[in-house]
């Protein structure tokens, strides 16, 4: 197979290399792609968004499957345009990309599906985004409905903060949705999909704020770890059950099937697992770590979805043991990130995905906010955590940041656990069990 893979952040880097591992491709194309994919793929420069260039891009290079990484070009039609032309695309058409692309058509299609996601209204006016508020409480949850490129939603306990995103939203001629805040830790589980047909990644989990601890503003995610040593083990089953075959089922029968990634944003409420989003592509940071585990022949994965096929598909084997993913950002994100500053960092290192960097004369320099993604892999999360730490140190990215707390927690928890397992086997050493942390 000839692939083309369309974006230039970590993401596509992670699913071109996932493509150049499948024993069946034999060439990877990227438009635009980064210095990492240049590495061993063929860049073109080239606005994904353009639906026109893109098809013909994809016949001069005869490719037999498109993956389309970002949501912009979705939004916009690419997908439908490809398959008009009979190439075969993974990523939904310019309806069902609706999901992610208004909040307002996701929670219309969630409440017809009998979908678990919080109580929401749809506002148009400042008046019924005050009773909204009003209606839920605080916390507040106020959401642009149309895309905001991660800067469209709003968490805040302050009402005043609260209603003046909502004016602004308003303000730029979009409507706004309120909703009843969901409590409870956030996991992403990415289904591969063929309109009717699923196939569930294992979950994983991303770090949205800027800071260490979870403080400071949301950004597109600044680290992510696979696979959950804490969630229910029968997480997958149980939304794949409530949430995904459902909205499957109610996009086919809307005539606009959903063939792609769909991207479920969960809360793991008391209630039960709740849809906080739905996004109709694969997520960054999860994809680089998930992918890196991925023994499965991912190309051709993609294809089945495209044409239809996945029930051919025995299943996705994600390799044992863990991986973490650490964002290496540039100074000044997510506000406004610092160009044209130094990296210095490999291009051609599977463990080192470029999100933010171009090429100016002889050095690497950052284009973006998110600059790198560095993975790290061990049997367990505390050694991925090493791994991926370390790996990071020996980069440098002028003035560049990093959290510093990726997968601790579920690290401490995993090895809790593990002490509590190991107890349990030798019954005589009870103490184990009594004083542990996870008993
Ligand atoms: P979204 O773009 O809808 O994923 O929202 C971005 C982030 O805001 C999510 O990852 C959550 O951390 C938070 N968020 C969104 N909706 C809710 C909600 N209903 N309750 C609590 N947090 C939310
Ligand atoms: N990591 C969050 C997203 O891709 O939307």
């Known amino acids: 197979m000839t692939v083309l893979v369309l974006g230039s ?6 699913l071109a290399l996932a493509c150049h591992r499948d024993p069946d491709v034999v060439a990877v194309h990227v438009a635009p792609g980064n210095p990492g994919t240049a590495s061993f793929a063929t860049n073109h420069p080239l606005d994904p968004c353009d639906c026109d260039a893109v098809v013909s891009l994809a016949r001069d ?51 017809a599906a009998g979908v678990p996601t919080a109580a929401s ?5 400042v008046d019924s985004v005050s009773a909204a508020l009003d ?26 903060e609260a209603l003046a995103h909502a004016e602004r939203c308003l303000g730029s001629g979009h409507r706004v949705v309120i909703e009843e805040y969901l409590d409870g830790p956030e996991v992403s589980l990415f289904a591969i999909c063929d309109g009717t047909h699923v196939l569930p990644m294992q979950p994983a989990q991303d770090f949205k704020r800027v800071g260490d ?36 089922r109610a996009m086919a029968d809307r005539g606009t099937p959903f063939v792609g990634l769909l991207y479920v944003g969960l809360a793991l409420t008391s209630a039960g697992p709740k849809v906080v989003e739905f996004n109709v592509r694969f997520g960054d940071p999860e994809t680089e770590v998930l992918l890196s585990m991925v023994e499965s022949p991912m190309a051709q994965i993609m294809a089945a979805a495209a044409r239809g096929e996945l029930s051919g598909v025995d299943g996705l084997r994600f390799r044992y043991g863990a991986a973490v ?60 955590r090493a791994d991926a730490y370390r790996r990071i140190d020996q980069l440098e990215v002028s003035g560049g940041f990093h959290r510093t707390d990726i997968a601790r927690h ?23 069990l009594t004083d542990g942390e996870s008993s």
């Open 9 to 14: 952040g970590g993401r596509e880097h992670a």
């Open 61 to 111: 290079l005869e490719a037999d499957l498109v993956v389309v990484g970002p949501e912009a070009p979705l939004v916009a039609g690419v997908a439908d345009a490809l398959r008009d032309a009979g190439i075969d695309c993974f990523g939904p058409s310019a309806e069902a990309a609706r999901l992610e692309g208004s909040k307002a058509f996701a929670k219309e299609v969630m409440v």
């Open 121 to 125: 209204r749809s506002c148009d006016d």
């Open 135 to 160: 209606e839920f409480g605080a916390p507040y949850v106020v959401k642009d409905d149309g895309l905001a490129g991660g800067k469209g939603v709003v968490v805040a306990n302050d009402r005043t």
């Open 213 to 248: 601890g979870g403080v400071g503003p949301n950004t597109g995610g600044m680290g992510a770890y696979t696979p959950l040593p804490w969630a229910p083990d029968d997480l997958v089953e149980t939304v794949s059950a409530t949430v995904i075959t459902p909205t499957l």
């Open 325 to 384: 993913g650490v964002v290496m950002a540039s100074e000044g994100y997510p506000v406004s990130p610092a160009k044209e500053r130094q990296v210095v960092a490999p291009v051609d290192d599977e463990d080192v995905l470029h999100a933010g960097t171009r090429i100016e004369g002889d050095d690497l320099v950052t284009s973006g906010g998110r600059v790198l993604i560095v993975l790290g892999h061990g049997e367990t999360l505390a050694g991925a």
């Open 410 to 432: 579920a690290a401490e928890l995993q090895a809790a656990d593990e002490l509590a397992d190991e107890a349990a086997s030798y019954p005589e050493n009870s103490t184990y």
